[in-house]
């Protein structure tokens, strides 16, 4: 068996195969609360006002799924398994546990949000820009 990194504790693996709904927009936040990719690629989906669907792909030393439990709301986005996909997941209360006694993830969960932050910044700016443009 290959050693997993040491922050990679008090939560449990699960395998999801290709095209797997790993959780939905509007679902409540279950035991498998954050995730963590150790192999494979995740599509996130973020709902947008018009109907559409913004796709934002991740792979392996990605944290996903944090926004939720932290802000205590159900899901915002969709999160689906593009490929054969070995994740850890945490429940919130173990997430905060190994979050706390491990600086890396909580470096790559910090990382994480802001580089999920800067991209939906850059997707809505961009947006937000042409619709003031069109205004003028």
């Given at each position: 068996?290959?050693?997993?990194?040491?922050?990679?504790?008090?939560?449990?693996?699960?395998?999801?195969?290709?095209?797997?709904?790993?959780?939905?927009?509007?679902?409540?936040?279950?035991?498998?609360?954050?995730?963590?990719?150790?192999?494979?690629?995740?599509?996130?989906?973020?709902?947008?006002n018009?109907?559409?669907?913004?796709?934002?792909?991740?792979?392996?030393?990605?944290?996903?799924?944090?926004?939720?439990?932290?802000?205590?709301?159900?899901?915002?986005?969709?999160?689906?398994?593009?490929?054969?996909?070995?994740?850890?997941?945490?429940?919130?209360?173990?997430?905060?546990?190994?979050?706390?006694?491990?600086?890396?993830?909580?470096?790559?969960?910090?990382?994480?949000?802001?580089?999920?932050?800067?991209?939906l910044?850059?997707e809505?700016?961009?947006?937000?820009?042409?619709?003031k443009?069109?205004?003028?």
């Open positions: 068996m290959e050693k997993r990194e040491s922050y990679l504790q008090y939560g449990r693996e699960i395998i999801y195969e290709p095209g797997s709904v790993i959780y939905k927009c509007g679902s409540s936040v279950s035991k498998n609360a954050i995730l963590y990719i150790v192999a494979g690629l995740v599509k996130i989906e973020v709902g947008l018009n109907g559409s669907k913004f796709p934002l792909y991740l792979q392996p030393d990605n944290v996903f799924g944090i926004v939720e439990p932290l802000s205590e709301c159900k899901r915002l986005t969709n999160a689906f398994s593009m490929e054969k996909s070995l994740l850890y997941v945490w429940d919130t209360e173990d997430f905060y546990l190994a979050s706390s006694i491990s600086w890396e993830l909580t470096y790559i969960s910090i990382t994480g949000l802001t580089r999920f932050l800067r991209i910044n850059a809505f700016g961009e947006k937000l820009g042409l619709i443009e069109r205004a003028i």
